[in-house]
């Protein structure tokens, strides 16, 4: 069950996006220690596609991604969250990685506003560091591990 009135033109916002697009995004900007961050709101409840999140880009690049990712989910034609792809980001693999409902309220608290609980999957967007390293790699900076935290599971080997 998800929401179809909001209280505030924030909340309606969200609401309008979702039957409108499909989608909604939201942007999270940098504040003290933490990272900006962004990420969907409906793709769950529109095309039964994970929601996503991305940490580190601008709201501008992030809402690129989630394009992509929402038109090929649209079309019938989902990316497969289980492979590396470069559909995203030119010339760059990223990964996706299930986020644990442990975190959900912590990060994507108007996802779950909007299906009131934290039943829908969500899924971090991982991408490399302009040298290919993920922030999991022993070699990956310090400064780009505190602008992408990695909130979601990791495969081994990824």
């Not at 900006?36 to 994970?50: A, D, M, R, W």
């Not at 299930?98 to 899924?123: A, K, R, S």
């Not at 490399?128 to 990791?154: C, D, K, M, N, Y």
């Amino acid at each position: 069950m998800v929401r179809r009135v909001g209280e505030d033109e924030s909340e309606q916002k969200v609401i309008d996006d979702i039957a409108n697009f499909g989608w909604h995004c939201v942007s999270i900007f940098a504040e003290g220690e933490q990272s900006g961050y962004s990420f969907t709101v409906g793709l769950f409840e529109s095309y039964k596609h994970p929601e996503l999140i991305i940490f580190g880009l601008s709201s501008k690049v992030a809402h690129q991604i989630f394009c992509i990712a929402a038109d090929a989910a649209k079309s019938g034609h989902p990316l497969d969250l289980a492979l590396p792809t470069d559909a995203l980001v030119n010339n760059y693999l990223c990964c996706f990685a299930e986020v644990p409902t442990i975190g959900y309220q912590e990060y994507v608290g108007f996802c779950c506003w909007y299906y009131q609980g934290n039943d829908f999957p969500l899924f971090q967007i991982v991408w490399p560091s302009r040298s290919g390293l993920f922030p999991w790699h022993p070699q990956a900076t310090s400064e780009f591990r505190a602008i992408q935290p990695v909130i979601a599971a990791v495969a081994s080997g990824t």
